[in-house]
């Protein structure tokens, strides 16, 4: 268990689900309950309070956790983030193909994060081309063993599916690992980006 408990590197920025610490830090933690309900949970059309609650929230430290717990939660109403209910929409409904780089490397650092599939599908493809045991990769994501296998399973299939056909002479392929760190960060990544950018593979080997 040594290889799976002991970490030295330094403690990601990242919050796991249980953290809830990030709240204490929030602009809007002292403010009065009936402001919060004003400001936070406006009527549809009071745009003086929408304004004011993101003047709040675009100057607050925890903006991004906000923002997160509200997606990882499935919280739908309100402001979260600087966002609205309409504004949050397209990110819940593509919450599942969420792909944020700095969530996989947490989970790496031994976070327990709230992955999304495609998150979930980076930290096992490339746990399983570092040669994580399923045991490990069990472990990381708080997951069954049978599971964690079935995953490692899918992983090795889709290595070797990239491997085989990578030397078809596809430069699109090819094009899209150099711009893969220009584009959102929330956007789904093939496999070819996902363990082929050599920035990300070195990041990332730092973390495993």
Same mark, same amino acid.
């Given at each position: 268990?040594?290889? !799976?408990?002991?970490?030295?590197?330094?403690?990601?920025?990242?919050?796991? !689900?249980?953290?809830?610490?990030?709240?204490?830090?929030?602009?809007?933690?002292? +403010?009065?309950?009936?402001? $919060?309900?004003? /400001?936070?949970?406006?009527?549809?059309?009071?745009?003086?309070?929408?304004?004011?609650?993101?003047? $709040?929230?675009?100057?607050?430290?925890?903006?991004?956790?906000?923002?997160?717990?509200? +997606?990882?939660?499935? !919280?739908?109403?309100? !402001?979260?983030?600087? *966002?609205?209910?309409?504004? #949050?929409?397209?990110?819940?409904?593509?919450?599942?193909?969420? /792909? @944020?780089?700095?969530? %996989?490397?947490?989970?790496?650092?031994?976070?327990?994060?709230? +992955?999304?599939?495609?998150?979930?599908?980076?930290?096992? #493809?490339?746990?399983?081309?570092?040669?994580?045991?399923?045991?490990? +990769?069990?472990?990381? *994501? #708080? /997951?069954?063993?049978?599971?964690?296998? @079935?995953?490692?399973?899918?992983?090795?299939?889709?290595?070797?599916?990239?491997?085989?056909?990578?030397?078809?002479?596809?430069?699109?392929?090819?094009?899209? @690992?150099?711009?893969?760190? @220009?584009?959102?960060?929330?956007?789904? %990544?093939?496999?070819?980006?996902? %363990?082929?950018?050599?920035?990300?593979?070195?990041? /990332?080997?730092?973390?495993?």
């Amino acid at each position: 268990m040594r290889h !799976i408990t002991t970490n030295s590197t330094p403690t990601p920025t990242i919050r796991g !689900i249980a953290d809830h610490s990030w709240q204490a830090r929030g602009m809007c933690r002292n +403010l009065p309950p009936k402001v $919060i309900d004003r /400001l936070f949970f406006p009527a549809a059309r009071a745009r003086a309070a929408i304004g004011e609650a993101k003047s $709040i929230c675009g100057q607050c430290p925890v903006k991004k956790a906000c923002f997160d717990y509200a +997606l990882d939660n499935e !919280i739908r109403q309100g !402001i979260w983030g600087g *966002l609205t209910e309409a504004e #949050r929409r397209p990110w819940h409904r593509k919450v599942n193909k969420r /792909l @944020d780089y700095s969530r %996989v490397k947490a989970a790496f650092q031994g976070r327990d994060i709230h +992955l999304s599939d495609a998150e979930r599908e980076a930290v096992t #493809r490339h746990a399983y081309v570092r040669g994580w045991s399923p045991e490990r +990769l069990a472990f990381t *994501l #708080r /997951l069954d063993l049978d599971w964690a296998r @079935d995953l490692m399973r899918n992983a090795a299939h889709a290595v070797a599916d990239r491997d085989r056909y990578w030397d078809q002479g596809d430069e699109t392929a090819v094009a899209d @690992d150099e711009t893969a760190e @220009d584009e959102d960060v929330v956007s789904p %990544v093939q496999v070819p980006r996902q %363990v082929q950018t050599h920035s990300l593979i070195a990041a /990332l080997r730092k973390a495993a």
